[in-house]
Nanobody, 120 residues
Framework: QVRLVESGGGLVQAGGSLRLSCVAS????????MSWFRQAPGKEREFVSG????????YYANSTRGRFNISRDNAQNTVCLQMSSLKPEDTAVYYC?????????????WGQGTQVTVSS
């Protein structure tokens, strides 16, 4: 059974930083693309960042490039999202996901989400 568990969300002031973590179990983590998505109230879920199986390729939404950094530790089955220069518009529930068929495919599994709230 595949399981993704996020942690690290919270309340932060604008301009601050947070680090999200996601631990995966139930599959061979090092084979697959990992991504972060987010969903704000009343909005659709949107892509935030992704990283390929080896960590050699990373992807970012235009809104997060230069402020967020994604990384992974295949030995620990963990993917992290370091978020800096946070803005109120970054407020959302952040979801970790795994894609079994590469970066062009939709995620196959999701975590339960972690709330990030950025106050102005």
């Amino acid at each position: 059974q595949v399981r993704l568990v996020e942690s690290g969300g919270g309340l932060v002031q604008a301009g601050g930083s947070l680090r999200l973590s996601c631990v995966a179990s139930g599959l061979t983590f090092s084979r697959y693309m990992m991504s972060w998505f987010r969903q704000a109230p009343g909005k659709e879920r949107e892509f935030v960042s992704g990283i390929n199986w080896s960590g050699t390729k990373t992807y970012y939404a235009n809104s997060t490039r230069g402020r967020f950094n994604i990384s992974r530790d295949n030995a620990q089955n963990t993917v992290c999202l370091q978020m800096s220069s946070l803005k109120p518009e970054d407020t959302a529930v952040y979801y970790c996901s795994i894609s079994l068929n590469g970066p062009a495919s939709l995620p196959d599994y999701w975590g339960q989400g972690t709330q990030v709230t950025v106050s102005s």
